[in-house]
């Protein structure tokens, strides 16, 4: 009888230990195929992907090797600074540092890097700390860069021979306008007796020519430049900028006898304040323009914080603009007949709209004939640069 139940007992304990070895097995296939997927998402990724521990690189993915133009094998146990250009080896390696000793430092960041044949590349690497084979060490992805850099550079370098070109052409250009404007000045000046009406009338006709072609001149390079050169975004006040504009419109608001309202509440903004200058000057300018004979005239700056963004209004009391052209005011050298304006050239508006889309936001008009017009504009809350969003 005790054979019997020492019997059953071993069988009972052998059956346990086949189940054992099944559920031991099932996990070690789930665990080679977790593995398997594991490689292939690895091998096949993008990205180049490596560890790095103790200032060595213990592992590497094809990407990563084809990046640096190595054979796979040998970056094993190369030091991870070879693959840094001299110059960014103190930033890599002060990154590398923080992270082992538990800070936060930049979780994604550019650095040049050099090739096996001694060439520097641009790479954006993400990184974060893991423990490998039981060991502190650095997870890194990184893309190369390259291309994308030397179209930043081509770009910086074609901005600058645009801003060159742009001061020549506009001193070439103005040189001339300069002594024409002076030379009738003088005319009028001591001449004025010895003309009749008519020679009058051409001299007045040159310089209404001159100050045009002078505006014009301006407002291409303001419209050239509002697009294609490189802007600088900083924390500014926007009041500050608008009183500097108002400040500098004096004159046209005096003889205008315009009353301005401007709101309380104008908050600091993210932009590039000379654009943004540009912005305004060229809203109330525009706003005068359409003042027409209005009795009263009056331009109102307003805010609205709407959350995700800035919202400035310029208003006015004049004649108004047919919401048939409300799309039509923003196009290039389109100036409507209501404004009446023999010294606009056309780019004003244009000039705005580019500003405001190269900040990321939006402009358009509220207006119907008679009833006045409100330009609105719109800038996001953001702390960088939107060019690199």
Request: charged fraction near 35%; charge should be negative.
């Given at each position: 009888?005790?054979?019997?139940?020492?019997?059953?007992?071993?069988?009972?304990?052998?059956?346990?230990?086949?189940?054992?070895?099944?559920?031991?097995?099932?996990?070690?296939?789930?665990?080679?195929?977790?593995?398997q997927r594991w490689k292939k998402l690895v091998?096949?990724?993008l990205t180049g992907i490596y560890v790095d521990q103790d200032g060595k690189i213990i592992f590497a993915n094809e990407r990563f090797a084809h990046i640096y133009r190595y054979p796979r094998g040998e970056l094993i146990g190369i030091e991870s600074c070879k693959l840094v250009h001299p110059k960014d080896r103190a930033f890599t390696d002060e990154m590398r540092a923080r992270r082992l000793r538990g800070e936060k430092p930049l979780s994604e960041y550019d650095a040049r890097g050099l090739t096996k044949d001694g060439k520097t590349i641009w790479v954006r690497r993400m990184n974060t700390d893991i423990e490998y084979q039981g060991k502190l060490s650095i997870l890194g992805n990184l893309i190369?860069?390259?291309e994308e850099k030397r179209f930043e550079e081509e770009l910086e370098e074609a901005n600058v021979e645009l801003r060159e070109f742009m001061d020549v052409v506009s001193h070439d250009l103005k040189t001339p306008l300069i002594s024409i404007r002076g030379f009738v000045s003088r005319l009028l000046r001591n001449h004025a007796a010895q003309l009749n009406e008519k020679g009058m009338d051409y001299l007045r006709r040159i310089e209404a020519s001159a100050e045009r072609m002078d505006a014009l001149i301006s407002d291409l390079r303001a419209?050239?430049?509002?697009?294609?050169?490189s802007y600088e975004y900083q924390q500014v006040s926007s009041r500050e900028i608008i009183e500097n504009v108002v400040n500098?419109?004096?004159?046209?608001?005096?003889a205008k006898k315009v009353k301005l309202i401007l709101a309380e509440d104008l908050p600091f903004?993210?932009?590039?304040?000379?654009?943004i200058?540009?912005?305004?000057?060229?809203?109330?300018?525009?706003?005068?323009?359409?003042?027409?004979?209005?009795?009263?005239?009056?331009?109102?700056?307003?805010y609205?914080?709407?959350?995700?963004?800035?919202?400035?209004?310029?208003?006015?009391?004049?004649?108004?603009?047919?919401?048939?052209?409300?799309?039509?005011?923003?196009?290039?050298?389109?100036?409507?007949?209501?404004?009446?304006?023999?010294?606009?050239?056309?780019?004003?508006?244009?000039?705005?709209?580019?500003?405001?889309?190269r900040h990321g936001g939006k402009v358009w008009v509220e207006s119907e004939l008679g009833k006045g017009a409100t330009f609105v504009f719109n800038l996001p809350k953001c702390g960088t640069d939107p060019q690199k969003d």
């Open positions: 009888m005790e054979e019997h139940a020492g019997y059953e007992a071993l069988e009972e304990k052998v059956n346990r230990l086949e189940k054992e070895l099944l559920n031991c097995k099932k996990l070690e296939t789930a665990l080679s195929e977790s593995e091998e096949n990724s190369d860069i390259t419209f050239l430049t509002s697009g294609h050169v500098d419109l004096e004159a046209m608001l005096k903004i993210y932009c590039d304040p000379e654009k200058y540009h912005v305004f000057q060229n809203l109330i300018e525009n706003a005068v323009k359409y003042l027409g004979d209005t009795p009263s005239p009056r331009i109102e700056i307003r609205l914080d709407i959350g995700c963004a800035h919202q400035f209004s310029v208003s006015d009391n004049g004649i108004g603009i047919d919401p048939e052209n409300h799309e039509r005011v923003f196009k290039k050298f389109q100036r409507l007949k209501e404004a009446k304006d023999e010294k606009g050239t056309g780019l004003g508006l244009a000039i705005v709209k580019r500003i405001v889309e």
